[in-house]
Each structure stands twice: as structure tokens, then as C-alpha cells.
Nanobody, 113 residues
Framework: QVQLVESGGGLVQAGGSLRLSCATS????????MGWYRQAPGKQRELVAR?????NIDYIDSVEGRFTMSRDNAMVYLQMNSLKPEDTGVYYC?????????WGQGTQVTVSS
């Protein structure tokens, strides 16, 4: 059974940095994609960054150049620099595996102005 556990969230001032980590356990060989999503209060969950099965990485426009997603075996990371108040939200790790969306419990990121 695949489990995802996020960590690294916190409170940071605008312009600061955080690195989120996602520890994966279980068999994820053959995954379609691994991604970071976020959900701000009162808004829908949105994709932030995604690593595809072919190792290509996509970012949404609002984080391009500020966020960097990486993967190292069972760990997935999201380095977030130049944070803005609009980056505030709960960040979730996601794996799309054989048509199933798997989620972690989320980690809160709060950026103060």
C-alpha cells in the first residue's frame, strides 16, 4: 500500500523560502506522475508542479522560476523561493498510479506580507 507523508511547511515572511518534502512508501514503480498541489482557503485544489513518468517537470505559471520540484528515489521535494502571500495554502503530495490518485495529508504553508 502506497503512503505519502508531507513535511516542511510553516510560517514564513514574503520573500522567504521553504522546502517541502514528501516521503513515499510502498511500490510506485510505473507511476504516471508525481505532483504537488495546493489549496488556499475557499479555493479549489490546484496543481503546482508535476513530474511526469518521463521525468519532464511542469509548473504553473505563477510559480515558474520560483519553485523547483525534484525527486530522489522515495523522496519528492518542492523548493519554494521568493514566496508570496498568495502562495499560502495546504500543500499536498500526489501520485497518479495506474489510474488512482493517491494523496498525503498535506502540510500548511503560510506566507505573511
Amino acid at each position: 500500500q502506497v503512503q505519502l507523508v508531507e513535511s516542511g511547511g510553516g510560517l514564513v515572511q514574503a520573500g522567504g523560502s521553504l522546502r517541502l518534502s514528501c516521503a513515499t512508501s510502498g511500490r510506485i514503480v510505473g507511476f504516471n506522475s508525481m505532483g504537488w498541489y495546493r489549496q488556499a482557503p475557499g479555493k479549489q485544489r490546484e496543481l503546482v508542479a508535476r513530474i511526469r513518468w518521463d521525468s519532464n517537470i511542469d509548473y504553473i505559471d505563477s510559480v515558474e522560476g520560483r519553485f523547483t520540484m525534484s525527486r530522489d528515489n522515495a523522496m519528492v521535494y518542492l523548493q519554494m523561493n521568493s514566496l508570496k502571500p498568495e502562495d499560502t495554502g495546504v500543500y499536498y503530495c500526489n501520485v497518479l498510479l495506474f489510474g488512482r490518485n493517491l494523496w498525503g495529508q498535506g502540510t500548511q504553508v503560510t506566507v505573511s506580507s
